[in-house]
């Protein structure tokens, strides 16, 4: 059994940055493609980004492409996702998932994390 951690969440004012970083648990995390999702009060949990099992492949969604950064370190069992130039619609909690392969659909995610909360103030 896999056990997916996030951390890293907080507030920021926008203009800001902040680094999530997956902790997971057990040896075959290299195994796994990666992805982040969120997920607004009110809202369906949408897709952010995703990375592939070498970390040479990457998939963003449209609204951070070019300010946010997935990354992962398989040595570490641990995963990134960098984010800049916040603003407040990036306000959500943030869930690391794991699955067989890089996709936008969360049900292509095997394991997942209990989310860390992301707020930007304006």
């Known amino acids: 059994q896999v056990q997916v951690v996030e951390s890293g969440g907080g507030l920021m004012q926008a203009g800001g940055s902040l680094r999530l970083t997956c902790a997971a648990s057990?040896?075959?995390?290299?195994?796994?493609?990666m992805g982040w999702f969120r997920q607004a009060p009110g809202n369906e949990r949408e897709f952010v980004a995703a990375?592939?099992?070498?970390?040479?492949?990457?998939i963003y969604a449209d609204s951070v492409r070019g300010r946010f950064t997935i990354s992962r370190d398989n040595a570490l069992n641990t995963g990134y996702l960098q984010m800049n130039s916040l603003t407040p619609e990036d306000t959500a909690v943030y869930y690391c998932?794991?699955?067989?392969?890089?996709?936008?659909?969360?049900?292509?995610?095997?394991?997942w994390g209990q989310g860390t909360q992301v707020t930007v103030s304006s």
């Open positions: 057990g040896p075959t995390f290299s195994g796994y493609a």
């Open positions: 990375i592939t099992t070498s970390g040479t492949g990457w």
């Open positions: 998932a794991l699955g067989r392969v890089p996709s936008i659909n969360r049900d292509n995610y095997n394991y």
